[in-house]
């Protein structure tokens, strides 16, 4: 993606001031409503959330930008993203962004964020201005990130293309749809052969991925090219994998419970954009055939499992 291809802007949409633009289409989202701190707390605690783990929106990664410019935006969002955190340490946790398009600085940004603003994991997008996470430049990145025992939140990237312009598909196609592309890269990639420790979070419920799994390893069987760099059937790196309830349908979310287990799926609301979940326990309480004791480890076992590579005081991991 070439520099200029995404225009992120504040302007008025509609009745509504200071909305945040890219290449003129709304996200559904105010500056005020992601920088309104008060405005989080009520609704973390409307949503009957004890901790929430705070990230910069996708539209900041700005990976096609000047390497330089781009760290000065991180350091700017991880600093800030830090004083939010000490200000309340008892309901949000923070992750740090880097400029992936320059690994040596992502890496020094990463344990910077890391070592003096006390953040504990990690966000990426899905798209390195047209380079995947899991491409070979970054694999020193990844490397850092998997020895610090920090985890990875994905959060899929805008990316602009005609045939998903219009309607809002640019979000409710082409998200889920990047998802998917960079969870089986990472997979196929062999990735979690090298670091078998690193823990992968997708949001949005793994976009297309959980449905389209059986077709990865129907491909791995037959196909030499899709066994390249990995032995063994996808499947089997589901462990390092993770997912969000956000799938805005409970039989969606039943599906990938019963896919990644319930130690693996954990609550997401994507606020405050307009296709958030208010209220995501209630959607996980509607969701069919799961056991009070699976949505028990989603609410409270799986988020720690995901931050820190083990369990709650008293849980078995």
């Known amino acids: 993606m070439g520099e200029g291809a995404v225009q992120v802007r504040l302007e008025p949409v509609g009745d509504v001031p200071d909305s945040v633009t890219v290449n003129r289409m709304a996200v559904g989202a105010t500056i005020h409503q992601l920088a309104d701190v008060d405005s989080i707390v009520t609704a973390t605690d409307r949503a009957r959330i004890d901790i929430r783990v705070l990230s910069p929106p996708p539209f900041t990664y700005r990976y096609w930008s000047d390497p330089e410019e781009s760290l000065q935006l991180c350091r700017l969002l991880n600093d800030a993203t830090a004083e939010v955190v000490r200000a309340h340490p008892d309901r949000f946790k923070g992750l740090a962004t880097v400029p992936l398009q320059d690994t040596n600085a992502a890496i020094e940004e990463l344990r910077r964020a890391r070592d003096e603003l006390g953040l504990v994991g990690v966000t990426v997008g899905t798209n390195v201005a047209g380079a995947n996470v899991s491409d070979p430049q970054h694999r020193p990145f990844l490397v850092e990130v998997a020895h610090s025992g920090m985890p990875v939140l994905v959060h899929p990237d805008f990316v602009p293309g005609s045939r998903i312009g219009d309607y809002y598909l640019v979000n409710l196609v082409g998200m889920p749809h990047e998802t998917a592309i960079t969870m089986a890269n990472m997979i196929f990639s062999g990735l979690f052969d090298e670091l078998p420790n690193l823990r ?6 793994g976009g297309a991925a959980p449905a389209i799994l059986g077709r990865w390893d129907a491909g791995w069987r037959v196909r030499p090219e899709s066994r390249a760099d990995i032995g063994k059937p996808p499947s089997t790196y589901l462990g390092n994998i993770y997912c969000d309830t956000l799938t805005h349908s409970p039989l969606a979310l039943t599906h990938l419970v019963e896919i990644l287990g319930a130690e693996n799926v954990m609550i997401g609301t994507d606020m405050p954009f307009d296709v958030e979940d208010a209220d995501p326990r209630a959607h996980l309480r509607d969701a069919p ?25 008293g849980e078995a991991a």
């Open 200 to 205: 992968v979070c997708f949001m949005h419920g």
């Open 289 to 313: 055939r799961l056991t009070d004791e699976q949505r028990r480890v989603i609410e409270s076992v799986s988020p720690v499992r995901w931050l820190t590579g083990g369990a709650p005081d």
